[in-house]
């Protein structure tokens, strides 16, 4: 047992975790403001290859993080025109964006790599530390989005928008731009956990590397409530799940 | 005196309709105007247009002596008009300080500053005398307290025209009387009040003047003290109406059905019907007052089969109905107007000939072998037509089409039609015009006066008190108790409504 419960063990959690941590807060703000974002798992997808993508053309990881960020804003602002201008319903809308970025990636990875599977090795982030950069900022913006969310006129709005849309119409809230920007912001987060798992835990981009991690976000959101508190706790269980049986594969118990 | 608001011939089309036909409307300063129509007659085109929600094809808005345009709700809260909606526009898991802030937050810096906004709000209660908890949440308080939030969220906003829709369809005779206590005093501090209802007592008691709307024409502006609600209720309707319900005096007879400790469970699993005894006799109008909410849905679902009861039993004729399936109780005679036509007792987009026999379907002449005889369903549907006076162009019309009134003529002619023993109406006239009502309300003191037991649940208390022969009055699931309708007043019932029991 003492081999198996060590502090290298709560490290490996928190790197777990982190990917689910920022999906999950992403998730929340979407939400918040009445969009359910069953997409987060192919924008997280779409983030992790694009950061490998950049990473690779440019040198420096932190222009593959950029360029994850801003894909899974783009994916997340398909997601928005889809379902909120169209009303289309959100879970087919997100479905459908799921598939799509499991194509799309397979294929890109193809004409831009030449390669089936696994793209080249790229740039990753630096450590600072024992953990890459984003590790942190997971932490940070747990912390950072309770306060907005519960501290600030924007975060009042966000809530009331997501539980009783007429009634922020009717005080001139703008309803429809409130939910864009929670859309974006959470494509944005889901991007960008897309490029911890990528160039932040490794450096190079795997087909479908995300294995139902947006899922599991999206699990670790409603399993805490849809509070950012709430979605850190749940994130770390399951990011300790995920590294007990890492741990458990290296000591020589079967999966 | 020079009016703070006039709107001159206001004109708003849509496809097919005109909603608004060159309508003039206009209000005092400090006065509380009734804005009067049936449902369709145009007082809510008129209001959106007032409040930015459409536009008018044609005629002027001139508010504080300046001609404008209104181009969305936004630019009408910055004019000073507020709206308290029918149904509330409040967040319910927010508190009552956040809800009435929401979008014009106090700030410091980029925080919310709550104590600014929870001395703002507790100011602003204690200058218009509306006492609320600045901290609780909305859905923990009643419906009173909710509707004095709606109110200072447009004071907060600085309204000083305030648009009420239907202020007083969910409230106790008791909050009732509260709130036009409030309302005086709005005026008294100079707010003007735009008063929308259909209820011609209220329209006496606290409103100057009233505006009368007929498809989408105003029809004229009088001055309440110079007015009564027969000449209002003749403006409405376009001819004389029978504003009290004529009937003889109840000659009950034997039994027909027994409540004998009956409890049920909402759809939640907590308790809403709370160990209830009541009996119907042959001839005799029950009704049962009480807040929406108080468990008279449950109830009636456990009486018509819709709902399982926990314990006790039901009785027809002394034989035991308890737990009997819908269909099996509709067997044993029993005819049901729901509380909701919509979902319960219509399929919308079923003609008028087919929902005239649902439920009934499976019967003789309906049902030929396994096939239905369609023949026999629309003459039965045209013989009905004629006998309730169902305004339709024909029987094959989707009953969607139709007018509350007319889809309500239809369930009650469907349901009277089978000779029931025990007939039992839940909000007959609950979204239906006044004509209909008067027509209605003749259909079920008839069906008394053949014989037939009627259970009456109605959120009215005026249609309460005015058919009942005798009134059983009910609170969080209990029956507080039952009166003859002749010692029922008002007052009495509100206190028995609100759960106090002297």
């Known amino acids: 047992m003492r081999d198996i419960f060590t502090m290298a063990l709560i490290y490996a959690t928190l790197r777990s975790a982190t990917p689910l941590i920022i999906t999950a807060i992403g998730g929340l703000i979407s939400e918040r403001s009445g969009i359910i974002n069953i997409a987060l798992e192919g924008k997280m997808l779409i983030g992790a290859f694009t950061a490998v993508v950049v990473s690779y053309y440019t040198g420096n990881p932190w222009f593959g993080v950029l360029g994850a960020i801003v894909a899974g804003g783009l994916m997340a602002l398909i997601h928005g025109i889809v379902s909120i201008k169209y009303k289309a319903n959100q879970v087919v809308s997100g479905t459908a964006i799921n598939i799509l970025a499991g194509g799309l990636t397979v294929f890109l990875l193809q004409i831009i790599f030449g390669v089936a599977g ?118 770390l269980l399951f990011g300790f799940a995920d590294a007990l049986q890492m741990r458990l594969q290296g000591i020589g118990i079967p999966s | 005196m020079q009016p703070i608001l006039s709107m001159e011939g206001i004109t708003k089309r849509f496809p097919g309709v005109i909603a608004n036909d060159g309508v003039n409307f206009d209000l005092r300063a400090g006065e509380i105007h ?46 000073g008009i507020g709206m308290v909606h029918q149904h509330f526009k409040l967040v319910p898991p927010l508190t009552v300080t956040e809800n009435i802030v929401l979008g014009s937050e106090p700030k410091s810096g980029l925080k919310f500053d709550r104590k ?92 100057n003047r009233a505006t009368v709307m007929r498809r989408g024409k105003t029809i004229g502006t009088v001055e309440t003290s110079e007015t009564s609600p027969t000449h209002l209720a003749e403006m409405m309707v376009g001819r004389q109406v029978l504003l009290r319900v004529e009937k003889e005096e109840a000659k009950p007879g034997k039994p027909v059905l027994r409540v004998d400790g009956l409890s049920a469970n909402d759809d939640r699993g907590l308790l809403s019907v709370n160990h209830v005894s009541f009996e119907i006799r042959e001839g005799e ?21 819709l709902r ?14 308890t737990g009997l399936t819908a269909k099996e109780i509709k067997n044993h005679q029993v005819g049901y107007v729901p509380e909701d036509r919509h979902k319960r007792g219509l399929v919308l987009d079923f003609s008028v000939s087919e929902n005239t026999i649902l439920g009934i379907h499976s019967r003789k002449p309906f049902a030929k072998g396994v096939n239905l005889d369609y023949k026999a369903i629309n003459n039965h549907a045209d013989h009905l037509i004629e006998k309730f006076d169902v305004r339709t162009p024909n029987n094959q019309v989707h009953v969607r089409n139709l007018s509350g009134g007319n889809q309500q003529k239809i369930i009650i002619a469907r349901e009277l039609d089978t000779d ?44 309460v008190m005015s058919l009942s022969d005798r009134i059983a009055v009910i609170y969080e699931g209990e029956i507080v108790d039952i009166l003859e309708a002749k010692d029922a007043t008002e007052d009495k019932l509100g206190l028995l409504m609100a759960g106090i029991k002297k």
């Open chain 1, 118 to 235: 696994t793209s080249p090795q790229v740039a990753k982030l630096p450590s600072w530390g024992r953990f890459h950069p984003l590790v942190y900022f997971a932490i940070l913006l747990v912390f950072l989005t309770h306060y907005v969310i519960y501290y600030t006129p924007w975060g009042l709005r966000l809530r009331a928008v997501g539980e009783h849309p007429s009634a922020a119409d009717t005080v001139g809230i703008n309803v429809i731009r409130m939910r864009y920007i929670a859309v974006v912001i959470s494509g944005m987060l889901a991007g960008l956990a897309g490029a911890a798992l990528s160039i932040g835990g490794l450096n190079v981009f795997v087909k479908g590397m995300t294995t139902g991690r947006g899922f599991i976000a999206l699990a670790a959101m409603i399993f805490g409530k849809w509070t950012p508190i709430g979605a850190l706790g749940a994130s």
């Open chain 2, 34 to 79: 009734a804005l009067v129509g049936e449902n369709g007659a145009g007082k809510s085109t008129l209001m959106n247009i007032l409040f930015g929600l459409y536009q008018p094809d044609e005629g002027r808005i001139v508010y504080k002596g300046e001609e404008l345009t209104i181009d969305e709700p936004n630019q009408a809260i910055k004019l």
């Open chain 2, 116 to 207: 600014k906004a929870l001395k703002d709000v507790e100011a602003l209660s204690e200058k218009y005398g509306l006492l609320v908890d600045p901290n609780a949440k909305i859905e923990n308080i009643s419906v009173g307290m909710q509707q004095r939030v709606e109110i200072l969220k447009t004071l907060y906003r600085g309204a000083d025209i305030i648009i009420l829709d239907e202020p007083t369809a969910v409230l106790t005779p008791q909050e009732v009387k509260e709130l036009f206590d409030i309302l005086k005093g709005l005026t008294k501090q100079g707010k003007s009040i735009i008063f929308i209802t259909h209820k011609l007592g209220e329209v006496m008691e606290i409103t």
């Open chain 2, 285 to 305: 109008i029950l009704g049962i007052a009480g807040v929406e909410g108080n468990g008279q849905s449950e109830l009636l679902e456990v009486l018509t089969g």
């Open chain 2, 308 to 321: 399982k009861p926990v314990s006790g039993e039901v009785y027809l004729n002394e034989k035991k109905i």
């Open chain 2, 420 to 463: 029931p023993v025990l007939f039992i109406a839940s909000q007959p006239t609950r979204g239906v015009d006044i004509g209909a009502i008067e027509f209605i309300h003749r259909q079920i003191v008839d069906a008394r006066d053949n014989g037939k037991a009627v259970l009456l649940v109605s959120a009215e208390l005026q249609e």
